[in-house]
């Protein structure tokens, strides 16, 4: 997996760090784990954390649990302490000039959401560019501002928290909006992204929406990558053509076969998205010869049987005692 890059500067990487909010008290929930409970077969936080593979540093506010990527730990004083407190202990283990802040249930968050807020912080003029705003943030189909899936300039932050700090005696309690509201934000509108799973419906809704046929592949092959512990990007297209010509060339059992030794194979070269592709071609090229044995003519010194469909001229052999070409029956 390569560094996230801005549009405009191919090969330089653009250094972020992430902070992933986990540790509140789920109440709507029942009090249940929420960053633990799976939709896609997934854990909540892992598919958010996938989301900023990308970060320098990750830092989860909460208790620490087994997650699928290494990250750092930190824990608000006092715990449950707000997600004011939350995000100043988050934000003193990064060191990045920009930071991604993100709560842990957001199902449908990816890379390229976090590339685009990512890119609207920075400005068309480069990081520190004219005009640049200190943060970016997520609307909702209803307008609200959803602070937690936000990109934003970590002086900003530093600088606001510390204001609010002292003028309050301390962070805990405190609303988000006490923080956004004495920020320079700019909005931009995802739908998909910014829903969040605040109750069991939600949980619910999320769960059918990853079982839709255009979404359900994709899911299923992150969720096995993960379970796994395999981070590899292959073309998945190439995999279910080689799934496809061996169980209509060969037998319909070929194909789960077929691509798990295209895998094993890979894995014996040196693994990576070439050696699958070369596995896979190899194993595609087999399966296309394979089905091509069975079309009339194509093979030497084979004459296609009767009811073949051989071509006019071919030479098949004719009826003892008939002309060849002639129509008529031996005599008995």
């Given amino acids: ?121 920075r400005g068309s003029d480069g990081p520190r560019g004219p005009g640049h705003p200190e943060g970016v943030l997520l609307s909702d189909p209803d307008g609200r501002d959803q602070p937690l899936v936000a990109a934003y300039r970590a002086g900003a932050l530093r600088r606001e ?58 899911e299923w092959i992150s969720a096995v990558k993960n379970e796994l512990g395999i981070d590899l990007d292959v073309d998945t297209g190439v995999l279910l053509d080689l799934a496809r010509d061996a169980a209509h060339g060969v037998a319909r059992p070929a194909a789960p076969l077929t691509t798990f030794l295209v895998g094993y194979a890979a894995a014996r070269a040196g693994g990576g998205p070439e050696a699958v592709a070369e596995a896979a071609r190899k194993a595609g090229a087999l399966a296309l010869r394979w089905a091509d044995e069975d079309t009339p003519g194509d093979t030497p010194g084979v004459v296609p049987g009767p009811g073949s469909g051989a071509e006019p001229g071919s030479h098949a052999p004719t009826p003892s005692g008939a002309e060849p070409g002639s129509d008529a029956a031996p005599d008995a």
């Fill in 161 to 218: 928290l510390a204001a609010l700090a002292a003028a309050h005696g301390g962070l805990t309690g405190l609303p988000l909006r006490r923080l956004t509201a004495a920020l320079d934000l700019t909005r931009i509108s995802d739908p998909v992204a910014s829903f969040d799973c605040d109750t069991w419906d939600d949980i619910a809704a999320a769960r059918a929406r990853i079982r839709e046929h255009g979404h359900v592949l994709d």
């Fill in 1 to 121: 997996m390569t560094a996230y890059e801005p549009p405009g500067a191919p090969g330089a990487a653009a250094p972020y760090d992430a902070v992933v909010l986990a540790g509140g008290a789920a109440r709507r929930l029942g009090g249940a784990d929420k960053p633990g409970v799976r939709v896609g077969g997934r854990p909540l936080l892992d598919r958010v954390l996938a989301a900023c593979a990308t970060a320098t540093t990750t830092v989860v506010v909460a208790e620490p649990r087994t997650t699928v990527r290494p990250v750092r730990w930190a824990r608000e004083e006092p715990p449950g302490g707000g997600p004011l407190a939350a995000l100043d202990a988050g934000l003193r283990r990064t060191s990045a000039e920009d930071v991604v802040v993100l709560s842990a249930d957001l199902p449908f968050l990816d890379e390229g959401t976090v590339g685009r807020l990512l890119d609207t912080l």
